[in-house]
Nanobody, 124 residues
């Protein structure tokens, strides 16, 4: 089992920045492929960014490339999402997710473990 606890969401003006954190426990952190997904009310979870196990190769949705950065600190078992140049259309609940293994997926159905979600609201 893997437990994921997110933090760092909030209200920010357009053009501002936020950093989301996701603390992981319960399994060897380096052997988890992890991702961030966004969700609007009544909608499914959409891929934002992912990082592979072991090699830490990163992947991004086109809508966030150049603005968001996914990374992780192996010593602290923590995943991050640095969000810069935020836009009102980035307003969602953001979830971190994990699956055992090296290979990432952009499909939410491929992830076994999920955090509780954190709200990000960007005002215009």
């Amino acid at each position: 089992q893997v437990q994921l606890v997110e933090s760092g969401g909030g209200l920010v003006q357009a053009g501002g920045s936020l950093r989301l954190s996701c603390a992981a426990s319960g399994r060897t952190f380096s052997y988890l492929a992890m991702g961030w997904f966004s969700q609007a009310p009544g909608k499914g979870r959409e891929f934002v960014a992912a990082i592979s196990g072991i090699t830490d190769r990163t992947y991004y949705a086109d809508s966030v490339k150049g603005r968001f950065t996914i990374s992780r600190n192996h010593a602290q078992n923590t995943l991050y999402l640095q969000m810069n140049s935020l836009k009102p259309e980035d307003t969602f609940v953001y979830f971190c997710a994990a699956v055992a293994g090296v290979v990432v997926s952009t499909n939410a159905k491929d992830y076994d473990y999920w955090g509780q979600g954190t709200q990000v609201t960007v005002s215009s």
